[in-house]
């Protein structure tokens, strides 16, 4: 009766609870009357103590309201006077206080047995008067209780009356409640405190997470949700933008979910060569070329800014134009236009220091470059992942489920297709076990003719370099087409044919496609190397000639000023100086220049040489067999010419010497990074349009996650070798006398003395020299040495100790999948022997029954005995393997209880 | 919209759904009014039809494993209840709910049920087990004619070896999670519903 009568106050209490939540939810202001109300009911309170009312269902309410109404205020003094309050009463009221002490041991977990002396049918009632009662005893013991109920305590105020730090507490108590309930779980209670704090939490939780957003601090909770709210989708929008800022990202997935990731690599290849580019551009453009054409002396005001009188009348004519010579060759795109003058403009910017610093930067730059890329992709390598699920993996999981445009779902299942494809090469690759011997033949001989191939070739080069000398000597003119243009014929001619030559005998290999990718680089690369060797010992024949010719020069120009001088002073010896036209002075042939115009030219016509390929190659012959199919007499799209696959290595390879090119020619034409980029840039697009357009992709699909390094370091061994002839034209020729910021020096690097000198202190220029000092230089270098092989030494021990430890890993995880499987199918064979031997059995009971009929006494005793019935077991032969096993005598059993 | 759907949609209906998926009130008049929109014959149901005019579904290679999801055994015709039953299974986990009720049945979102999800598609007779044939079938989805029958068939083969533990050459829901073990499948198999 008592019980009901408390669950209904309890009832109409929440009921208020929640109205009174709501409308504080909908308008603020409705908290200042609910603390009118408040007020109000603690006289009614009051007076109603005044009566001292003895019945327990008011007294309850009276409290639980007091719990709520009362705790709107801050101040603890209220907590102690209220606490004063309930002690005065507790006096009052003793026997309820002992009931009620009762109960808090209960709840408290030390005696659960009380309460199943109570009513059970009134659960529930019990568990809500519970929950009434445990705020009640808190406010009466809050002193003996700890700092965190008291926190708890201070949380039952009304929020929209709290002050900032009340609020950070109510906060901090919200999180801890929250924390509770996830740790709950693990906690050594009786379950049924568990559930009650459970449920007393998550009320809090809901309760003050709600009441947090009420009166003042509502604002703040929603500013801060709606903040949350966007901050997120800011940080996804912004993942998507830096996703979109990725040059070409976009087109380099295309290409990889239709062709596989090593033609994406190639791209990305070149993406990368594109960013390293852009950076030697930016050094050349900002620190040469354009301090240079801003603040230096203008065109035509000396002799080295000016066309010639000679070439003036064709200065201007494309083809001359086309060739880098004429107005373009006397321009800031070549050394030969910049003046010795060691400051420019009125920011007296060191010229000439400037050019030697952006040659020697953008070659230590690059090596920089190179170098940290090859050793994070080494260390991404290092780090192999766990794929024992590799093709449940790709199976369950690779469709993107949020797909929903057709054109992405075809890319998609390229990709897919394309992944398993991938996969299924590499797991046949890791399992193929062939005659070794043959292989190993095979692969010999493959080399053997692979050699005979460069060894040809290189000796017809170098025939082929020698007879042009000869021819040069000869004079030019006096031979055919043919004669002047073979080195560029034949070099182009074997870089035509020799890789398709390595690509036949790599066949022979039989290596996975990973691999013979890379000694099909390396062979080109090989053969590549020795177009880059005529070239340079073509150029540097040049050179020498170059300088027999500024010598003779020079000693004219001496002759003719002395004439001009005797001229003028015996024409008009009042002159004071003789003007006259730059145009008109006689000048050295200036060999950097000629370098840089070389260079230039190598580019471009090798640039127009691939565009050209390409359209013909790969977009002709895809239009011819496309077309041409529907009136041809055999399958062109399957049969001998069909589409083109795309040339990974040639590709690559190409781009890599293009980059050696740059790297020899920058130091003597600052205009060449910026056409590299112009060339990259273009063929960027349409490399991905040919590929896309008219390629197919290769029959041998392979991951190309290897061979990234591969490229790097045939990029270093390109960087290295384009950087010898550089390095060594700049230290041991002297510059010409009359162009270029060096001219007048005895080497160009005497320019880094001459700013030591002048521009900084005395001390500096000593601590220099002492520093150059051979004495101290080789110790250092000695030093580095030891350093570097120290650190090799311990990373391979470390990879090495990888590497067994990965193989431990994984032959335990196989052990132990062989285990499991083991177990299972003994199990299984265990399984059926019972089964057998169960259907044995039971025919053989079947048949003892018809024949045994008179027998009754003995199968009485067997079902008695155990004796005779392991006997029977003995008969099927199956006992060995049924050391438990139940189910034959499962079927016996009956069977003998038949009789 | 929101306000037609919620006037459809009774309290207490809402209420229920709200109990059984975890769907917040406003999520359920929202997905309500998307109900109401794939509906084209109006008679509060959808069929595998109006599930085949959704885009992305359209597209998908198990597309039509995924409607099958939804509708149960036999029938071809599932009301908003089921709907919601099945959407339910892709609420994100939200870190609040993690130990919610210890006694209580397991939420439709939890890793477990997500994964069942995962795996009824692609068993495609419900015998709890990932049959060769099966996975050949998912597979024949997957890649369509671009790879032969018999790489196709390796690739099943291999999946299965590396699946299954107890040698009985199927895939079991036991061993499909432990597969997935190290997949993110609560990130994942989430959607992000609106609020």
């Given amino acids: 009766e008592r019980h009901r009568g408390k669950r209904r106050d309890g009832d109409g209490e929440k009921k208020k609870r929640k109205k009174r939540r709501r409308k504080g939810a909908h308008r603020a202001e409705e908290g200042e009357d609910e603390v009118q109300t408040r007020h109000e009911r603690r006289e009614r309170e009051k007076r109603r103590r005044a009566k001292n009312d003895q019945e327990a269902k008011g007294r309850e309410r009276d409290e639980e309201e007091r719990v709520q109404t009362t705790s709107g205020k801050v101040a603890k003094t209220k907590k102690n006077i209220r606490n004063e309050n309930t002690r005065r009463r507790v006096e009052e009221e003793e026997v309820e206080v002992e009931e009620r002490l009762e109960k808090r041991k209960k709840k408290h977990g030390s005696a659960k047995k009380e309460e199943k002396k109570e009513d059970e049918g009134k659960q529930m009632v019990k568990e809500k008067e519970r929950e009434v009662k445990k705020k009640k005893h808190k406010k009466e013991t809050s002193e003996e209780e700890d700092d965190k109920e008291e926190d708890s305590k201070d949380e039952e105020m009304r929020p929209e009356c709290l002050t900032p730090e009340e609020l950070e507490k109510l906060k901090e108590a919200v999180d801890e409640r929250k924390k509770l309930i996830q740790s709950l779980r693990g906690k050594p209670w009786p379950m049924k405190k568990k559930l009650v704090t459970l449920r007393e939490s998550q009320e809090f939780v809901e309760k003050y997470e709600g009441a947090l957003g009420k009166g003042k601090g509502r604002k703040l909770y929603a500013y801060k949700v709606m903040m949350t709210k966007k901050w997120m989708k800011f940080q996804r929008d912004f993942e998507n933008f830096k996703t979109a800022c990725i040059p070409w990202e976009m087109k380099i997935k295309e290409i990889e979910s239709h062709f596989g990731s090593s033609v994406a690599s190639y791209f990305i290849f070149l993406r990368w060569m594109y960013g390293i580019n852009m950076i030697l551009f930016g050094l050349t453009f900002g620190l040469v070329m354009v301090p240079e054409a801003l603040m230096g002396r203008p065109y035509g005001s000396m002799p080295r800014k000016t066309v010639p009188r000679s070439e003036e009348t064709s200065a201007m004519d494309f083809a001359v134009l086309w060739d880098f010579g004429g107005y373009a060759q006397y321009s800031v795109l070549f050394y030969g236009f910049y003046n010795n003058q060691r400051a420019i403009g009125w920011l007296k910017f060191r010229m000439p220091l400037s050019y030697f610093l952006v040659g020697v930067g953008t070659v230590a730059y690059s090596y920089m470059v190179v170098i940290r890329t090859m050793a994070r992709n080494a260390n991404e390598s290092g780090v192999g992942d766990d794929n024992s699920f590799n093709f449940s993996w790709k199976m369950f999981t690779s469709w993107d489920y949020l797909i929903g445009n057709p054109e992405t779902a075809d890319n998609k299942f390229a990709s897919i297709t394309t992944s398993f494809k991938e996969a299924i090469l590499e797991e046949q690759e890791s399992h193929k076990d062939d005659n070794i011997h043959l292989t190993r033949f095979l692969r010999v001989l493959a080399n053997f003719l692979v050699l005979c191939c460069l060894a040809g070739s290189g000796y017809l080069i170098y025939f082929v370099v020698r007879r042009s000398q000869k021819f040069a000597l000869d004079g030019l003119e006096n031979h055919t087409w043919w004669e002047r243009n073979e080195v560029n014929m034949v070099m182009s001619l074997l870089g035509m044919f020799c890789p398709m030559l390595f690509d036949v005998i790599s066949t022979l290999e039989n290596y996975h496609p990973r691999v013979a990718l890379q000694w099909q680089l390396g062979r080109i690369f090989a053969l590549f190397l020795g177009n880059l060797y005529t070239f340079i010992i073509a150029l540097m024949d040049e050179i020498n000639l170059k300088r027999e010719e500024e010598k003779i020069v020079k000693f004219n120009i001496t002759t003719w000023e002395a004439s001009l001088y005797n001229g003028t002073i015996s024409e008009n010896s009042t002159a004071p100086s003789i003007t006259i036209n730059p145009a008109d002075v006689p000048r050295g042939p200036c060999w950097e220049t000629m370098v840089g115009q070389e260079f230039v030219r190598l580019i471009i016509s090798d640039t127009m040489t691939t565009y050209i390929t390409l359209l013909i190659g790969d977009f002709l012959r895809a239009v011819l067999v496309r077309f041409l199919n529907y009136c041809w007499c055999w399958d062109l799209e399957a049969g001998f010419p069909s589409y083109s696959e795309f040339d990974v290595s040639g590709n690559v390879l190409g781009l890599i010497f293009n980059q050696g090119m740059i790297w020899m020619g920058a130091f003597y034409a600052p205009c060449l990074p910026a056409l590299n980029v112009l060339r990259l840039h273009v063929s960027m697009y349409l490399q991905c349009w040919a590929v896309m357009c008219c390629n197919v992709p290769q029959e041998r699909v392979f991951k190309a996650s290897g061979s990234n390094n591969f490229y790097m370091a045939m990029l270093l061994v390109i960087l290295f070798l384009s950087t010898l002839p550089a390095i060594y034209t700049i230290v041991t020729i002297p510059p010409s006398f009359d162009c270029g910021p060096f001219s007048g020096k005895n080497r160009m690097f005497d320019v880094i003395h001459e700013t030591l000198e002048s521009d900084f202190p005395a001390w500096f220029s000593k601590v220099f020299s002492y520093a150059s000092n051979p004495g101290l230089v080789l110790p250092f270098i000695l030093l580095m040495v030891l350093a570097i092989y120290y650190l090799q030494s311990t990373s391979k021990s470390y990879r090495q100790a990888n590497v067994e430890l990965k193989k431990k890993l994984q032959t335990q995880n196989e052990e132990n999948k062989k285990k499991n499987k083991r177990a299972a199918l003994k199990a299984q064979m265990d399984l059926e022997e019972a089964r057998k031997a169960a259907s044995q059995a039971a025919e053989e009971q079947k048949n003892n029954n018809a024949s045994l009929q008179g027998q009754e006494d003995r199968q009485l005793l067997a079902s008695r005995a155990p004796g005779p019935r392991t006997y029977h077991h003995g008969n099927h032969g199956a006992s060995g393997y049924l050391p438990g096993f139940s189910e034959p005598r499962m079927c016996r059993v009956p069977s003998l209880q038949r009789h | ?195």
């Fill in chain 2, 1 to 195: 919209m929101g306000s037609r759907a919620s006037t459809l949609l009774r309290e207490e209906e809402i209420e229920e759904i709200k109990k059984e998926t975890g769907f917040s009130h406003s999520q359920i008049t929202r997905l309500y009014s998307r109900f109401t929109s794939l509906d084209k014959g109006e008679n509060g149901t959808l069929s595998r039809e109006d599930f085949q005019r959704i885009p992305e579904l359209a597209i998908n290679p198990l597309g039509d494993r995924i409607i099958n999801a939804f509708f149960p055994e036999g029938e071809d015709q599932v009301n908003f209840r089921g709907f919601m039953r099945t959407l339910a299974h892709f609420r994100p986990i939200e870190d609040n709910e993690k130990s919610k009720n210890p006694t209580a049945s397991e939420p439709l979102n939890s890793r477990t049920n997500k994964l069942l999800f995962a795996f009824r598609l692609y068993d495609l007779d419900r015998d709890d087990k990932i049959s060769r044939d099966e996975l050949l079938q998912v597979l024949r989805m997957m890649v369509g004619v671009n790879i032969s029958d018999e790489q196709l068939g390796s690739i099943a083969d291999r999946t299965i070896q590396e699946a299954d533990t107890n040698g009985d050459n199927s895939i079991s829901f036991n061993e499909f999670i432990k597969v997935l073990e190290k997949v993110d499948v609560e990130q994942k198999m989430s959607i992000r519903f609106l609020h």
